[in-house]
């Protein structure tokens, strides 16, 4: 289709940082005015709505806490994610990692029986493992037989969240539990330490930090994200420079996997220290990572500030299904909104439009 003639349209050859910058903030002031109006049709005013989202997720220590908390994951899966979108993999299968990674942490801690001080050590690592396997078989389908990995990476979440159904009411349900299924509770050595009396397993913020500096030198400064990066921009390039495509995507995916099974270990070793149904242990992270990557722009640094703004926006769900009386779902609807937006604004980050002059 041919642009009026009234506009003039312009490939950019690298959009500069600011351009990035200036769009993604539009593009998000454009998601909270859209967002006001669904405000406005429950009748509450859009600024009283936001200002109890921020007040309650940065106004004392137990809505900041609670921030911190739906951060972990979020970075954690969302530092893969710009990995694995980087090779040009479509990863839409974080939250089934991270289950895998919480199922994974839950068969040591139960049923090991490894000394104490090995216990976590050992469930990080069986975590990762268990994230990264259920992450390398899309890849390799992908590769090997050209099957759509978003349609790949989807589907195992729901069989990752049906193997958890099924392990919890069937061959791990807690001999202890009357009525419920979950698990027998972790013991003491198999719990990550909090802050406080508080859900901020520290240790896994921590490592989400140190992780997206490392991830950031690894992509920018290292021969492998050099090749994860010619093989996400031009897969026909990356073969002639005899860059093998499957090595570099089931290296990335081996990474995003990891990152996010090591999210599911952090939630149910710090957080709920046994393995229950799997929409209280995620509730959605694998997903809303998707955004927090996007808006990160590929970038693992900026991960941890776009990871912190949707940890933000989780907490102030609950606040505003309590002091508002709306429900948490509208934060899913926000969700999708500021995604709508972000992916609409790729249009003013790869072309230069401007009004053209007679």
């Given at each position: ?15 500069s940082?600011?351009?990035?910058l ?6 998000i002031?454009a ?29 004392n ?7 911190l908390?739906?951060m972990?994951p ?40 490894l ?55 069937g061959?791990?349900?807690?001999p ?28 896994t913020?921590v490592?989400g ?12 400064r290292t ?12 897969p ?18 081996l ?6 099974g ?22 959605g992270?694998g ?6 990557a ?6 693992p ?5 776009t990871s912190?703004f ?17 429900p ?18 790729e249009?003013?980050?790869?072309y ?6 007679q």
């Open positions: 289709m041919q642009a009026p003639k009234w506009l003039n349209i312009e490939r950019r050859a690298v959009p940082g600011r351009t990035i200036t769009v993604s903030v539009l593009a002031v998601a909270l005015i859209v967002m006001g109006v669904f405000f406005a049709a429950y009748g509450v005013s859009p600024i009283r709505a936001y200002s109890s989202i921020i007040g309650g997720a940065l106004g220590w137990s809505g900041f806490s609670e921030t908390r739906r972990i979020l970075l954690l899966c969302g530092i893969g994610l710009t990995i694995a979108f980087r090779a040009l993999f479509w990863n839409i299968g974080a939250e089934g990692q991270l289950l895998l990674g919480a199922i994974a942490a839950t068969g040591i801690a139960l049923f090991s029986g000394p104490g001080p090995l216990l976590l050590p050992v469930m990080f690592l069986a975590g990762f493992l268990a994230g990264a396997m259920w992450g390398v078989v899309p890849a390799v389908l992908k590769v090997k037989l050209g099957i759509n990995d978003v349609i790949t990476t989807l589907m195992m979440n729901y069989i990752a969240l049906y193997f958890v159904v099924y392990l919890i009411h061959p791990w349900r807690g202890s539990m009357r009525g419920y299924a979950y698990t027998d509770m972790f013991p003491l050595a198999a719990r990550i330490p909090t802050i406080g009396q508080s859900h901020v397993h520290w240790p913020l490592l930090i140190a992780l997206a500096i490392l991830a950031y030198i690894v992509v920018n021969r492998s994200g050099f090749e994860i990066k010619v093989v996400g921009e031009n026909h390039a990356a073969r002639f420079a005899g860059i093998s495509g499957l090595k570099t995507v089931v290296t990335a995916m990474i995003s996997g990891g990152l996010a090591i999210a599911g270990v952090g939630e149910v070793a710090g957080v709920h220290y046994q393995l229950l149904d799997p929409m209280q242990i995620s509730m992270y997903y809303t990572a998707i955004i927090v996007w808006l990160a722009r590929k970038n640094l900026a991960v941890i500030i912190f949707f940890g933000v926006l989780m907490a102030g769900g609950d606040v505003i299904k309590v002091n508002l009386g709306l948490f779902q509208l934060i899913n609807v926000f969700n999708g909104v500021i995604m709508f937006f972000l992916i609409g604004s249009v003013f980050i790869t230069k439009i401007s009004i053209r002059r």
